[in-house]
């Protein structure tokens, strides 16, 4: 205690002597740092603001920075577009049952490829990391993937892209970094290779699942090149499809029913004040998961690339 009480004033005098030199690094660094947040911030805040921005004062106003007025007509015209809260539980769905999947197979699978006794191992590893630089091509895989009857299902958005092998290779490398005596421990008590993995392998692997878990939650969230693609059924196309219709009727106008009925009214629409919209009702669904998960997110995406 004694120590500590006396470096304490040493250490605040030793801050105090700083050169006019420190001083000015620190205010530069502080000041590149604001200007770096505010960077980062600006183009969010410039999308809610315009989201909610009124026909007139986007049209008065080519830098639109400080709101004048709140108006939600571009969000009640989101919601109110045929099929959006369909799209809704589509997305959802894709995204909660696609991730868990996902999760389930990569984990299994990048369990097994850490595992220097797995017969063929670097055969299998080698396959893989093939399928990262070299695909068979489009119509190749649109053939298989129909023969398959995935057309017109929402299964499409979840079964062929099951396994990303970026994903698949962080997560092997993750475990290759957990110590092999406690799989040796848990044999010798008599667990098998399932209950290591579940029992032991994955609640020290959190970190790492978590972060794989956002990544596939992301992709999920956001595909729509697969539904573009096999999807006719109205119905079954999810948020992100829907809400590029959306913004493509709006703007180019298709004839749309909502959008003569708008017209009719002499309800008027910018373009890119729904465009900000769309794109905010997309984002801030993810938005609300990455501060649950974010004290995993460093920690697993570092561990996980470290060890190859």
Do not use: C
């Amino acid at each position: 205690m004694t120590t500590e009480a006396q470096t304490a004033p040493n250490r605040g005098k030793r801050m105090s002597r700083r050169s006019p030199g420190e001083k000015l690094a620190d205010i530069v660094i502080s000041g590149v740092l604001v200007l770096l947040t505010l960077a980062v911030l600006f183009p969010f805040y410039n999308m809610l603001l315009v989201s909610v921005a009124k026909y007139e004062d986007i049209i008065s106003t080519p830098l639109y920075v400080f709101p004048k007025a709140i108006d939600l007509q571009n969000y009640r015209m989101a919601i109110l577009y045929p099929n959006f809260l369909n799209s809704v539980r589509v997305s959802t769905f894709v995204t909660l049952v696609g991730t868990g999947l996902s999760l389930l197979v990569t984990t299994m699978g990048a369990y097994a490829l850490s595992r220097k006794d797995l017969p063929f191992r670097g055969f299998f590893l080698t396959l893989i990391i093939i399928t990262m630089y070299f695909g068979g091509g489009l119509i190749p895989w649109y053939l298989v993937v129909k023969k398959l009857g995935f057309v017109d299902s929402i299964w499409v958005m979840i079964v062929p892209p099951l396994i990303n092998t970026f994903y698949l290779i962080l997560m092997r490398n993750y475990f290759e970094s957990i110590p092999a005596d406690l799989e040796e421990s848990a044999k010798i008590d008599g667990a098998n290779d399932v209950q290591i993995l579940f029992l032991i392998m994955v609640p020290l692997a959190s970190p790492i699942i978590a972060t794989i878990a956002l990544f596939y939650a992301v992709d999920r969230w956001n595909d729509w090149w697969l539904a573009m693609l096999f999807i006719q059924d109205q119905t079954k196309l999810p948020l992100t499809l829907i809400l590029r219709k959306m913004v493509v009727d709006a703007t180019i106008d298709l004839g749309n029913a909502m959008m003569n009925a708008m017209r009719d009214s002499h309800i008027q629409v910018h373009s890119r004040s729904l465009q900000m919209a769309t794109v905010t009702l997309t984002t801030i669904p993810i938005l609300l998961v990455y501060p649950f998960l974010q004290k995993y997110f460093t920690k697993g995406i570092m561990l996980g690339a470290l060890k190859g």
